[in-house]
C-alpha cells in the first residue's frame, strides 16, 4: 500500500505541474492576443484566443481532480497505518482545498492570487515528498545496545 501512497504523491505532484503549465500557456496567449490588438472585457468569447483552453483546465482539475487525488491520497495513506504517512496526506488534502478557495477568492481579492501560488509550490513540495516516500518508513526500534564483554579473573 505504500507504493500506492507514494504514486498518488506524484500524480499530484505531475498534475501540479501540468497546473502551473497550462495557466501560463493561457496567460501568455492572452498577451498574444492583447498584442495583436484583442480587447478582453467581460463578454469576450472563452475562445477568443486558441491558449484560453489553458484556463478551462486549470479550473477542470481545481474543481475536479484535485479535491478527489487529495481525498484518495488520505484513504490510501490510512491503509497504510503509518501514522506520519496519514499526517502528510491530511496536510495535503488542506493545502488542496485551501488551494481551490484562495483560487475561488482571487476574483475579489487580487493578494489571494499570490497566495495560491505561493500554496501550490507548496503542494507540489508535500506531493514530491510523499512520492518520494519520504517519512514512510516503518518506525524500527532502536537497536539494543550491548554491554562491553567483562572479564573476570579466577584466583590461582
Known sequence: MIRTYRIAGWVIAGATILQ???????VAGLFAYLGGGGT???????DAFPESVGITIHILLAYYFFPIAGLAAVVIAAFTKRRLA???????FALILLEWYLGVTGYSAPVA??????????????AVTVGLGLFTRAQTAAPATTAAPTTTVTGR
Open 113 to 126: 492570487g499570490l497566495l495560491h501560488g505561493a500554496n501550490g509550490l507548496i503542494i507540489f513540495g508535500l
Open 20 to 26: 502551473a503549465a497550462v495557466m501560463v500557456f493561457a
Open 40 to 46: 478582453v472585457s467581460a463578454t469576450t468569447a472563452p
Open 86 to 92: 496519514i499526517w502528510m496526506a491530511v496536510v495535503l
